[in-house]
């Protein structure tokens, strides 16, 4: 084995600089640029989606425009105990819920979680519920029905 190939490297080469003339190591004038056009001038950003003036593929297809895309991604409202305790009503439907603005009116259905502390009895009816919730609602004496 030669004594060549086990010695450190001492010096590092530097990566080519693109647009700084003939002395750079990299061409001169469009110095791997091309000819001309937008990319080819100094400061040019094109945006990604950009497709030369045509119509945009998200304005092309009607159904990836706007905020509505996502409603039928969240179906499932999340509620804490904080959330139950901000109604002064004992019954709670999911009509109620949105009744009361502590759910969007486009849910269609809802999941009580435990987080936090539930203070008052709860009759809840039609409305999921997780297994510690569940426990924590009993031990108050509430009932739940679907």
């Known amino acids: 084995m030669s004594i060549l190939s086990s010695l450190q490297k001492i010096s590092k080469r530097g990566s080519k600089r693109l647009g700084r003339g003939y002395g750079s190591g ?8 091309g000819q001309k056009g ?28 706007g905020k509505g895309r996502f409603n039928s991604l969240h179906q499932v409202a999340e509620l804490t105990f904080d959330d139950l305790n901000k109604i002064e009503l004992t019954d709670i439907t999911l009509d109620s819920l949105k009744l009361n603005r502590i759910i969007d009116k486009r849910f269609k259905k809802a999941k009580v979680i435990a987080k936090g502390k539930l203070n008052k009895k709860v009759h809840l009816k039609g409305i999921t519920v997780s297994a510690t919730a569940k426990k924590e609602i009993e031990a108050l004496f509430g009932s739940i029905k679907d």
């Open 38 to 65: 937008q990319k080819a001038r100094t400061g040019s950003k094109v945006p990604l989606w950009f497709e030369g003036g045509a119509l945009p593929l998200s304005k092309r297809i009607p159904m990836w425009r």
């Open 26 to 33: 990299k061409g001169g004038h469009t110095s791997s640029r």
